[in-house]
C-alpha cells in the first residue's frame, strides 16, 4: 500500500525532501512506519528519537498510544515538531 508522508522541518531535511510517498505491506503500523523511516534515512533516527515528533495521519493527531493503529492505503502522515505561539 502507499502511504504519503508530509515532513516539515527539522524532519524534511533529515528525510531528504519534505513530501515522500513510500509502499509499505498491509497491516503496517504508525510505529512500523517511523521505524521503517529511521533504517532508510539515519539521520531522521536521532531527530525522530531526541526531539518531540509529532504525528497526524489523514488529519488526526496520534498519541503515543495510537502508535499501533494500523495505517491504510492513501494515508497522509505529517511529521512535524509541536507548534507555539503567542
Known sequence: MRIKIKALRPFKEALGAGDLEVERPEGETVEGLIRYLIEEHPDFG???????????VSGMPVGEHDLGRSLEDGDEVM?????AGG
Do not use: G, S
Request: no cysteine; charged share 5%.
Open 46 to 56: 536521532p531527530q525522530a528519537l531526541d526531539v518531540t515528533l509529532n504525528i497526524m
Open 79 to 83: 511529521l512535524f515538531m509541536p507548534l
